[in-house]
């Protein structure tokens, strides 16, 4: 079992910036591809960012290419997402998950995020 916990969100005006952290439980984070995601009241779960095990490929969700990065530091167990040039439809819960690579093959990200944490909240005003 692995336990995640977000940390780092808030309340900013439009233009402004937030660091995401995603502390995991594990000592094994390099055993994990992640992810962040996103819910605002009323509308669906989004994937915001992806990264793969060890860092080599990440993936973004069109609507903040250019504007937020994924990032992964296996020594420290923890996940980030640097939020900039932050807009009013940002606003929501941010969650972190976890799937662990495939045994023998750590290049292969499992099917389906198996670890959540329980959300921080982020609030872009105008």
């Known amino acids: 079992q692995v336990r995640l916990e977000e940390s780092g969100g808030g309340s900013v005006q439009a233009g402004g910036s937030l660091r995401l952290s995603c502390a995991g439980s594990?000592?094994?984070?390099?055993?994990?591809?992640m992810g962040w995601f996103r819910q605002a009241p009323g509308k669906e779960r989004e994937e915001v960012a992806s990264i793969r095990s060890d860092g080599s490929i990440r993936k973004y969700a069109d609507s903040v290419k250019g504007r937020f990065t994924i990032s992964k530091d296996n020594a420290k167990n923890t996940l980030y997402l640097q939020m900039n040039s932050l807009k009013p439809e940002d606003t929501a819960m941010y969650y972190c998950?976890?799937?662990?690579?495939?045994?023998?093959?750590?290049?292969?990200?499992?099917?389906?995020?198996?670890?959540w944490g329980q959300g921080t909240q982020v609030t872009v005003s105008s």
């Open positions: 594990t000592n094994t984070y390099n055993r994990y591809c």
């Open positions: 998950a976890a799937v662990p690579v495939l045994t023998g093959m750590p290049w292969v990200c499992g099917a389906g995020y198996s670890y």
